[in-house]
């Protein structure tokens, strides 16, 4: 009886709760500015009157990048806290470990961040969606350009665990159809966060590849780039890689950042689009900071669900999911739509190369991919997600 | 006393123990080199030896703890060389060592109880309490040994005299016919020593047991034992009565000639 | 091809420096302290990030203002160390073997956002050495001359600590300690200026480490935790307390993983730890180390006596399970989610005290087996398609299964050797669920692993994990009072004596870790039901440090602690990770604050505080009777 208060306070102040899990201390690099973004869309959309008449609340989880914690804090979330939706997700088990939540919960999850193909694929679900261009999106952009590469012999290094081998898997296949005539001489996979850099650039120097595709991001990506250079791997050799254009990882490199690379990215100081540039100046206001990507992740993702609201009318889950099934939200990359197919959003990236200007690594030459180019066809997708 | 008797047993004549030709050597250190000898049931036979002499070694051999090199031990007729000392013990050997070995998180009474259900029950038993196991076997025991009073105590907090007859109750749990003590009264009060052993002797009479033991102390050794065997650098130098072995030239000139312990006499 | 070997080998020779600054301190602090010091990563941690403002603040284009700043970094770790050494470890010396551990680990957390806060979430490379921003040709191809530089401070540290340990007096008091303490403290040396010293080098030693690291790798927030489990293997390998045998095994460590990404690109994870189990498993003591002088557990750290509970203890007990059982009646429905996790907790926490504390084999892997319990239960749902009751049948037998192979090889070491091969297990096992994607689906899981239909609601299932985990932890409690306990307790007091009452010991050790890793399977299969899937975290390190926790936390030495401590410790950390995002700090002052006012645990520091009151009544009459006894 003693619980009472807080349980009428929580229905009775009107407000819509959006439970927003997410490894916070585990990679604070990326989430940091994720959340920032977020709160941003939170305060416009409150100082908007909020939607459907309420103000949006968010109440923000850690789960220290462990799946089983972030599944106690969505139930904690939903029953505890009364949330009418789920979101966030950063690592791939995590986001599929709350995919398989929400299916049994029948709770909307508005996974913003894990990459992984089989979030929306192979384990997708009718209460899942998800905002960022998947492993399967990137590595397509990317191909594309490597497709037009002489290089014929292909050196690959990537993350040991599912996007690492994912990218690397989506990456041969679509490049071999692509290009028939190349062979991949190498392949590495240094443990998340622990490559031995060294050893790991000789191995890929001994089998003298014309190219390399590099999938290893943070502070992998920093080790290697270090050690690359001192030993001049990268010399006279193609580079594509995986999300390097995005600030998150780009700053770091500072003077050491690499030229040349194909790079999938966030030109975040050069896009002058309009949503883009009213995004940004909003974001250096409140935070006197430049954005990240992780900044347009959150701040978008928290977009689309008001939009999703909005639209719906009402926070009864299943209306809000057929609402958001086709739904066409505002991004700070122009418009963007989630796919009524598989729940996966057309949100794209930015595919240019890396260039040094003033001692730090910027993104050159980029053009937007959009998201909706670089999926499959929808026949392909119906056999590749069994919940339909 | 045992219901088999083996041919070998007959010739040793009413031994319980008996070490034939033992050797033992560590990298090159002849520690002990063709021991042989015999224990009696019911008698006390002291072992005795300057440092260094293969006492220990010896021991260790007998009880299982060491696997000789060479030579054989017989426990009533039955050749138990190079067992392991769980088998020992098992055979009816009980031992007490040179630091007191007792277990600390357990009191006085339940030390002497795990004795017991090691040889009564066995210790597979996962769900019956210990505790009620044996209660009245282990208060005897420890009457015997004069510790029923502090069968409640901590074993951790014991005095050191009180350890080694805690221990010696221990060794007495499964009614052996051999006991073998390392030092027994090492680190004790002389009038502790006299009492300890005289404790031992009588225990030993009533329920046959042979016993060998080494020891520093001469007093203790010539008031306590039937027999003394005396070893030096790994061999055995002289074996008899505690006044055949005083008198002995050998022994007064490598042991007690030594000065290496206090003589008394 | 021989060109690439040779390289290898100097990148091996390069990356085992820093691993080995990092482990010859670990190992100093070990052999004189008998610390198992966690935030040792964290000082390597902290002696990167110094470094890096400092080498960033001094000029990092003049060899002065670099090396100056390496040098200061490292210093001013050893300071750090020595805060950490004056205000919270020397109050707990006197405390249980591996307390130490808990509150070490407390500072991990701390350090944790201490880091963040200070220097942000951005990684920091640092900048190239003035002098070895090069390269040479070697062997055809391009060799950073810093790495060259690396090769040579490894022997060169290792000459100095030869020297210091061989030709000063502190060297030598730190050398006969290390071999018998209590040898120095009847020498009537300044134990506590030996043992902060002591840290205080060690500590330094792990911020050289770090430091000299920026100019090949950025600085970063999880380089603490990556570091520390090598140094421990290194440690471990080497021998603890051989300064020696650390560099042997850091060069081994790192020409292992050179060549190793050579030949299994995939296989890096584990490698090391499969080293680490083949080492211990062969040379149990390490390839330098010696048996350590005397037991582990001499007379002078006598276990307290283990009583059954009394009266007013199983009133307590009772009371709880009653108050466990109506919880479905009076509390709010998403309570449940939290009691029942902690009740799973319990169970596991209770697994491990059960070799732990009456076996005295502490694990550092024992999420191996409440992971294998999870992955058997998920594994018979997805491929065999059963249903919950017989996965949760079918999922112990696998931990148990595990507990029998790998316990057999570690019930023949003992103390932190033993609890290293444990560590070695769970990473293998762990390796393998992460590994084996066709099977287990690697890091992404198995999904959809959820209660039948009747033990879907909160409430059913929340009864469903009391019964279960009440009953384990009854019987395990039974066990402890069991001849099976007793002679468990008996092999930890006395191994000697205890062969000499005819019980095999290491059987009855054997078959205790295999009990443990059963019951720690059950509460695994539980928690796989209860989350809906299973991952590999069930069984990585941090799991198994939270049930070492947990069990420290409630105290080794009582029966009822690690029930205490689990719901401490997990209820703690879920609280805090709900109000605040700083929940690491807080944690971990929490566990450091803990740890200082009840240095035997919750229960052993209630306990203690029974007897004493106890005590005070009786005392008197004990007093008078045994003087009047006399001596006998």
Same mark, same amino acid.
């Given at each position: 009886?003693?619980?009472?208060?807080?349980?009428?306070?929580?229905?009775?102040?009107?407000?819509?709760?959006?439970?927003?899990?997410?490894?916070?201390?585990?990679?604070?690099?990326?989430?940091?500015?994720?959340?920032?973004?977020?709160?941003?869309?939170?305060?416009?959309?409150?100082?908007?009157?909020?939607?459907?008449?309420?103000?949006?609340?968010?109440?923000?989880?850690?789960?220290?990048?462990?799946?089983?914690?972030?599944?106690?804090?969505?139930?904690?979330?939903?029953?505890?806290?009364?949330?009418?939706?789920?979101?966030?997700?950063?690592?791939?088990? *995590?986001?599929?470990?709350?995919?398989?939540? #929400?299916?049994?919960?029948?709770?909307?999850?508005?996974?913003?961040?894990?990459?992984?193909?089989?979030?929306?694929?192979?384990?997708?679900?009718?209460?899942?969606?998800?905002?960022?261009?998947?492993?399967?999106?990137?590595?397509?952009?990317?191909?594309?350009?490597?497709?037009?590469?002489?290089?014929?012999?292909? #050196?690959?290094?990537?993350?040991?665990?599912?996007?690492?081998?994912?990218?690397?898997?989506?990456?041969?296949?679509?490049?071999?159809?692509?290009?028939?005539?190349?062979?991949?001489?190498?392949?590495?996979?240094?443990?998340?966060?622990?490559?031995?850099?060294?050893? @790991?650039?000789?191995?890929?120097?001994?089998?003298?590849?014309?190219?390399?595709?590099?999938?290893?991001?943070?502070?992998?990506?920093?080790?290697?780039?270090?050690?690359?250079?001192?030993?001049?791997?990268?010399?006279?050799?193609?580079?594509?890689?995986?999300?390097?254009?995005?600030?998150?990882?780009?700053?770091?490199?500072?003077?050491? @950042?690499?030229?040349?690379?194909?790079?999938?990215?966030?030109?975040?100081?050069?896009?002058?689009?309009?949503?883009?540039?009213?995004?940004?100046?909003?974001?250096?206001?409140?935070?006197?900071?430049?954005?990240?990507?992780?900044?347009?992740?959150?701040?978008?993702?928290?977009?689309?669900?008001?939009?999703?609201?909005?639209?719906?009318?009402? @926070?009864?889950?299943?209306?809000?999911?057929?609402?958001?099934?086709?739904?066409?939200?505002?991004?700070?990359?122009?418009? #963007?739509?989630?796919?009524?197919?598989?729940?996966?959003?057309?949100?794209?990236?930015?595919?240019?190369?890396?260039?040094?200007?003033?001692?730090?690594? *910027?993104?050159?030459?980029?053009?937007?991919?959009?998201?909706?180019?670089?999926?499959?066809?929808?026949?392909?997708?119906?056999?590749?997600?069994?919940?339909? | 006393?045992?219901?088999?008797?083996?041919?070998?047993?007959?010739?040793?004549?009413?031994?319980?123990?008996?070490?034939?030709?033992?050797?033992?050597?560590?990298?090159?250190?002849?520690?002990?080199?063709?021991?042989?000898?015999?224990?009696?049931?019911?008698?006390?036979?002291?072992?005795?030896?300057?440092?260094?002499?293969?006492?220990?070694?010896?021991?260790?051999?007998?009880?299982?703890?060491?696997?000789?090199?060479?030579?054989?031990?017989?426990?009533?007729?039955?050749?138990?060389?190079?067992?392991?000392?769980?088998?020992?013990?098992?055979?009816?050997?009980?031992?007490?060592?040179?630091?007191?070995?007792?277990?600390?998180?357990?009191?006085?009474?339940?030390?002497?109880?795990?004795?017991?259900?090691?040889?009564?029950?066995?210790?597979?038993?996962?769900?019956?309490?210990?505790?009620?196991?044996?209660?009245?076997?282990?208060?005897?025991?420890?009457?015997?040994?004069?510790?029923?009073?502090?069968?409640?105590?901590?074993?951790?907090?014991?005095?050191?005299?009180?350890?080694?007859?805690?221990?010696?109750?221990?060794?007495?749990?499964?009614?052996?016919?051999?006991?073998?003590?390392?030092?027994?009264?090492?680190?004790?009060?002389?009038?502790?020593?006299?009492?300890?052993?005289?404790?031992?002797?009588?225990?030993?009479?009533?329920?046959?047991?042979?016993?060998?033991?080494?020891?520093?102390?001469?007093?203790?050794?010539?008031?306590?034992?039937?027999?003394?065997?005396?070893?030096?650098?790994?061999?055995?130098?002289?074996?008899?009565?505690?006044?055949?072995?005083?008198?002995?030239?050998?022994?007064?000139?490598?042991?007690?000639?030594?000065?290496?312990?206090?003589?008394?006499? | 091809?021989?060109?690439?070997?040779?390289?290898?080998?100097?990148?091996?020779?390069?990356?085992?420096?820093?691993?080995?600054?990092?482990?010859?301190?670990?190992?100093?602090?070990?052999?004189?302290?008998?610390?198992?010091?966690?935030?040792?990563?964290?000082?390597?941690? =902290?002696?990167?990030?110094?470094?890096?403002?400092?080498?960033?603040?001094?000029?990092?284009?003049?060899?002065?203002?670099?090396?100056?700043?390496?040098?200061?970094?490292?210093?001013?770790?050893?300071?750090?160390?020595?805060?950490?050494?004056?205000?919270?470890?020397?109050?707990?010396?006197?405390?249980?073997?591996?307390?130490?551990?808990?509150?070490?680990?407390?500072?991990?957390?701390? !350090?944790?956002?201490?880091?963040?806060?200070?220097?942000?979430?951005?990684?920091?490379?640092?900048?190239?050495?003035?002098?070895?921003?090069?390269?040479?040709?070697?062997?055809?191809?391009?060799?950073?001359?810093?790495?060259?530089?690396?090769?040579?401070?490894?022997?060169?540290?290792?000459?100095?600590?030869?020297?210091?340990?061989?030709?000063?007096?502190?060297?030598?008091?730190?050398?006969?300690?290390?071999?018998?303490?209590?040898?120095?403290?009847?020498?009537?040396?300044?134990?506590?200026?030996?043992?902060?010293?002591?840290?205080?080098?060690?500590?330094?030693?792990?911020?050289?480490?770090?430091?000299?690291?920026?100019?090949?790798?950025?600085?970063?927030?999880?380089?603490?935790?990556?570091?520390?489990?090598?140094?421990?293997?290194?440690?471990?390998?080497?021998?603890?307390?051989?300064?020696?045998?650390?560099?042997?095994?850091?060069?081994?460590?790192?020409?292992?993983?050179?060549?190793?990404?050579?030949?299994?690109?995939?296989?890096?994870?584990?490698?090391?730890?499969?080293?680490?189990?083949?080492?211990?498993?062969?040379?149990?003591?390490?390839?330098?180390?010696?048996?350590?002088?005397?037991?582990?557990?001499?007379?002078?750290?006598?276990?307290?006596?283990?009583?059954?509970?009394?009266?007013?203890?199983?009133?307590?007990?009772?009371?709880?399970? !009653?108050?466990?059982?109506?919880?479905?009646?009076?509390?709010?429905?998403?309570?449940?989610?939290?009691?029942?996790?902690?009740?799973?907790?319990?169970?596991?926490?209770?697994?491990?005290?059960?070799?732990?504390?009456?076996?005295?084999?502490?694990?550092?892997?024992?999420?191996?087996?409440?992971?294998?319990?999870?992955?058997?239960?998920? =594994?018979?749902?997805?491929?065999?398609?059963?249903?919950?009751?017989?996965?949760?049948?079918?999922?112990?037998?696998?931990?148990?299964?595990?507990?029998?192979?790998?316990?057999?090889?570690?019930?023949?070491?003992?103390?932190?050797?033993?609890?290293?091969?444990?560590?070695?297990?769970?990473?293998?096992?762990?390796?393998?669920?992460?590994?084996?994607?066709?099977?287990?689906?690697?890091?992404?899981?198995?999904?959809?692993?959820?209660?039948?239909?009747?033990?879907?609601?909160?409430?059913?299932?929340?009864?469903?994990?009391?019964?279960?985990?009440?009953?384990?932890?009854?019987?395990?409690?039974?066990?402890?009072?069991?001849?099976?306990?007793?002679?468990?307790?008996?092999?930890?007091?006395?191994?000697?004596?205890?062969?000499?009452?005819?019980?095999?010991?290491?059987?009855?050790?054997?078959?205790?870790?295999?009990?443990?890793?059963?019951?720690?399977? !059950?509460?695994?299969?539980?928690?796989?039901?209860?989350?809906?899937?299973?991952?590999?975290?069930?069984?990585?390190?941090?799991?198994?440090?939270?049930?070492?926790?947990?069990?420290?936390?409630?105290?080794?030495?009582?029966?009822?602690?690690?029930?205490?401590?689990?719901?401490?410790?997990?209820?703690?950390?879920?609280?805090?990770?709900?109000?605040?995002?700083?929940?690491?700090?807080?944690?971990?002052?929490?566990?450091?604050?803990?740890?200082?006012?009840?240095?035997?645990?919750?229960?052993?520091?209630?306990?203690?505080?029974?007897?004493?009151?106890?005590?005070?009544?009786?005392?008197?009459?004990?007093?008078?009777?045994?003087?009047?006894?006399?001596?006998?």
């Amino acid at each position: 009886m003693l619980a009472a208060p807080s349980l009428v306070r929580a229905q009775g102040a009107g407000s819509i709760k959006i439970g927003e899990i997410n490894s916070y201390t585990a990679q604070p690099a990326f989430l940091k500015p994720y959340r920032q973004g977020w709160e941003l869309a939170l305060e416009q959309v409150n100082a908007g009157g909020g939607v459907l008449g309420r103000k949006i609340e968010t109440i923000f989880r850690d789960d220290a990048g462990k799946p089983e914690d972030a599944v106690r804090h969505a139930g904690d979330l939903i029953n505890a806290e009364k949330v009418d939706l789920l979101s966030g997700g950063f690592l791939s088990n *995590v986001g599929l470990a709350l995919t398989d939540f #929400a299916l049994q919960n029948k709770r909307l999850y508005a996974a913003s961040e894990p990459l992984s193909d089989a979030l929306v694929w192979a384990k997708g679900n009718r209460y899942t969606f998800r905002l960022r261009p998947s492993t399967y999106m990137q590595a397509a952009m990317l191909v594309e350009e490597a497709a037009k590469l002489k290089a014929r012999k292909w #050196a690959l290094v990537a993350p040991n665990y599912e996007y690492g081998q994912s990218s690397i898997k989506w990456f041969k296949e679509l490049l071999k159809k692509a290009r028939p005539d190349v062979e991949f001489v190498a392949e590495q996979y240094p443990a998340l966060g622990r490559i031995d850099a060294g050893a @790991t650039v000789q191995a890929l120097e001994a089998s003298k590849p014309e190219a390399i595709f590099n999938v290893t991001f943070a502070v992998d990506l920093t080790n290697l780039v270090r050690q690359g250079n001192t030993r001049g791997l990268f010399e006279g050799r193609d580079v594509v890689s995986m999300l390097t254009g995005e600030p998150e990882y780009l700053d770091p490199l500072g003077a050491e @950042t690499p030229t040349g690379w194909i790079v999938t990215g966030y030109p975040h100081a050069d896009l002058a689009t309009p949503e883009h540039v009213k995004f940004r100046d909003a974001y250096k206001a409140k935070y006197n900071d430049y954005p990240r990507l992780g900044s347009v992740v959150g701040f978008d993702t928290m977009n689309s669900i008001a939009a999703a609201l909005a639209k719906a009318g009402t @926070t009864d889950n299943e209306k809000l999911i057929d609402a958001m099934e086709g739904l066409k939200f505002p991004s700070a990359f122009g418009s #963007a739509e989630y796919r009524a197919i598989d729940h996966q959003s057309t949100l794209g990236a930015f595919v240019g190369k890396t260039a040094l200007k003033d001692g730090k690594g *910027v993104m050159v030459d980029w053009r937007y991919a959009d998201g909706a180019k670089y999926l499959p066809s929808d026949d392909v997708v119906k056999t590749m997600r069994p919940a339909g | 006393m045992s219901a088999v008797v083996s041919p070998r047993a007959a010739v040793a004549d009413e031994a319980v123990l008996v070490a034939r030709d033992l050797a033992k050597s560590f990298g090159g250190v002849h520690a002990v080199q063709g021991v042989s000898f015999s224990v009696e049931a019911g008698r006390m036979v002291a072992l005795i030896g300057p440092n260094g002499a293969g006492k220990t070694t010896c021991f260790n051999m007998l009880g299982g703890q060491l696997k000789p090199d060479r030579g054989e031990v017989i426990l009533a007729g039955q050749a138990i060389t190079g067992l392991k000392p769980r088998r020992v013990w098992r055979l009816g050997v009980g031992r007490t060592f040179q630091i007191t070995a007792t277990f600390t998180s357990m009191t006085v009474r339940e030390n002497v109880q795990m004795a017991l259900i090691s040889q009564e029950d066995g210790v597979w038993n996962p769900f019956r309490p210990a505790r009620t196991r044996h209660v009245a076997a282990a208060d005897a025991l420890l009457a015997q040994v004069g510790m029923r009073e502090q069968a409640e105590r901590a074993c951790g907090v014991l005095a050191y005299g009180d350890l080694k007859r805690v221990e010696l109750a221990v060794a007495l749990a499964n009614r052996p016919k051999l006991l073998l003590m390392d030092e027994p009264t090492a680190g004790m009060a002389p009038r502790e020593r006299v009492e300890l052993m005289a404790l031992t002797a009588r225990i030993a009479a009533q329920e046959q047991i042979a016993v060998l033991f080494t020891e520093h102390d001469m007093d203790v050794v010539f008031a306590h034992s039937d027999r003394v065997i005396v070893l030096d650098r790994g061999r055995l130098i002289a074996d008899g009565t505690a006044e055949a072995v005083r008198q002995d030239p050998q022994v007064r000139a490598v042991y007690l000639g030594s000065g290496a312990t206090s003589g008394g006499h | 091809m021989f060109d690439l070997i040779l390289t290898q080998t100097l990148n091996g020779l390069a990356s085992a420096s820093s691993l080995f600054l990092v482990a010859s301190g670990l190992s100093i602090i070990f052999g004189v302290t008998r610390i198992v010091n966690f935030a040792h990563g964290s000082l390597y941690m =902290l002696g990167a990030y110094i470094g890096w403002t400092l080498v960033t603040w001094l000029g990092p284009t003049s060899g002065l203002g670099f090396w100056g700043g390496v040098g200061l970094a490292a210093l001013l770790v050893a300071i750090i160390g020595v805060v950490i050494e004056v205000a919270i470890l020397r109050r707990i010396y006197q405390a249980p073997e591996l307390f130490q551990l808990l509150a070490t680990f407390g500072v991990v957390l701390m !350090i944790q956002d201490i880091a963040l806060a200070t220097w942000g979430a951005e990684d920091k490379l640092g900048p190239r050495a003035p002098g070895f921003k090069s390269f040479v040709i070697l062997f055809d191809n391009r060799f950073p001359t810093y790495e060259l530089l690396l090769i040579a401070i490894g022997p060169l540290v290792l000459a100095l600590l030869w020297f210091l340990f061989q030709k000063t007096r502190w060297g030598t008091l730190v050398r006969a300690a290390t071999q018998d303490r209590e040898m120095v403290a009847a020498l009537g040396v300044n134990q506590r200026l030996l043992f902060t010293s002591v840290f205080a080098f060690g500590a330094g030693l792990a911020g050289l480490g770090g430091a000299l690291q920026l100019p090949r790798e950025a600085a970063t927030l999880h380089m603490d935790l990556s570091m520390i489990s090598e140094a421990f293997v290194v440690v471990v390998v080497g021998g603890l307390g051989s300064v020696t045998g650390a560099y042997l095994a850091a060069v081994l460590i790192g020409i292992l993983h050179a060549f190793g990404i050579l030949i299994f690109p995939k296989i890096t994870l584990v490698l090391v730890f499969l080293v680490m189990a083949v080492v211990l498993v062969v040379k149990p003591y390490g390839l330098m180390g010696r048996r350590p002088v005397g037991a582990a557990r001499g007379t002078a750290t006598a276990e307290p006596l283990l009583r059954p509970a009394d009266r007013a203890a199983k009133l307590a007990g009772l009371v709880a399970l !009653i108050l466990l059982a109506a919880a479905p009646l009076v509390t709010p429905d998403y309570l449940l989610l939290t009691l029942t996790e902690l009740v799973i907790f319990a169970l596991f926490a209770a697994s491990l005290h059960f070799m732990m504390g009456p076996g005295g084999m502490a694990s550092f892997g024992h999420a191996a087996y409440f992971g294998l319990g999870a992955y058997g239960a998920a =594994l018979a749902v997805k491929w065999l398609g059963a249903p919950m009751e017989p996965a949760l049948i079918f999922a112990p037998f696998l931990a148990g299964i595990a507990g029998v192979v790998f316990g057999w090889f570690c019930v023949r070491l003992s103390g932190v050797y033993l609890a290293m091969l444990t560590l070695a297990f769970a990473q293998i096992a762990w390796a393998t669920a992460f590994q084996w994607v066709e099977l287990t689906g690697g890091d992404n899981g198995i999904l959809g692993v959820w209660p039948s239909h009747w033990a879907v609601s909160k409430t059913a299932f929340y009864y469903l994990a009391l019964a279960i985990c009440a009953a384990c932890v009854v019987l395990l409690r039974v066990m402890v009072f069991s001849p099976l306990g007793y002679a468990l307790r008996a092999a930890r007091d006395n191994p000697l004596r205890t062969e000499a009452i005819g019980i095999d010991t290491m059987r009855v050790q054997w078959v205790a870790f295999t009990i443990a890793a059963f019951a720690a399977g !059950i509460a695994g299969a539980l928690f796989a039901f209860f989350k809906g899937s299973v991952f590999p975290t069930y069984m990585a390190i941090p799991r198994s440090v939270d049930a070492l926790l947990m069990v420290l936390l409630g105290g080794v030495q009582t029966v009822s602690g690690p029930i205490v401590g689990a719901f401490a410790y997990a209820g703690l950390s879920e609280q805090l990770m709900k109000m605040t995002m700083y929940w690491r700090f807080t944690l971990g002052l929490s566990i450091v604050l803990l740890v200082v006012l009840f240095p035997r645990g919750l229960v052993g520091g209630f306990l203690a505080l029974r007897e004493r009151r106890d005590r005070s009544d009786k005392d008197g009459a004990v007093v008078t009777r045994l003087a009047t006894e006399g001596a006998p």
